[in-house]
């Protein structure tokens, strides 16, 4: 009876073996699924950080042109 329950058994060596191992999974798993969950999230995202970067380039390029206008035409007038 007693060498059923010694093979059953496993020693400290493999135990800390096996929590190491589950431990490394447990935090490598994690990230690797947030980032696939997260990976439309995140282009949904981008895609409108890029549309409202545009719309600021063209804004800051209409006012730029419209200053120098401004600009050519006070000088003109002077």
């Given at each position: 009876m007693s060498e059923k329950i010694e093979s059953g058994m496993i020693s400290r060596r493999k135990a800390f073996s096996l929590l190491g191992l589950a431990a490394a999974l447990g935090v490598a798993v994690p990230p690797?699924?947030?980032m696939v969950s997260d990976a439309d999230a995140e282009t949904a995202g981008m895609e409108r950080r890029h549309e409202r970067r545009e719309h600021r380039r063209e804004?800051?390029?209409?006012?730029?042109?419209?200053?120098?206008?401004r600009r050519h035409e006070r000088q003109e007038g002077h």
């Amino acid at each position: 009876m007693s060498e059923k329950i010694e093979s059953g058994m496993i020693s400290r060596r493999k135990a800390f073996s096996l929590l190491g191992l589950a431990a490394a999974l447990g935090v490598a798993v994690p990230p690797t699924v947030l980032m696939v969950s997260d990976a439309d999230a995140e282009t949904a995202g981008m895609e409108r950080r890029h549309e409202r970067r545009e719309h600021r380039r063209e804004r800051r390029h209409e006012r730029r042109e419209h200053r120098m206008k401004r600009r050519h035409e006070r000088q003109e007038g002077h």
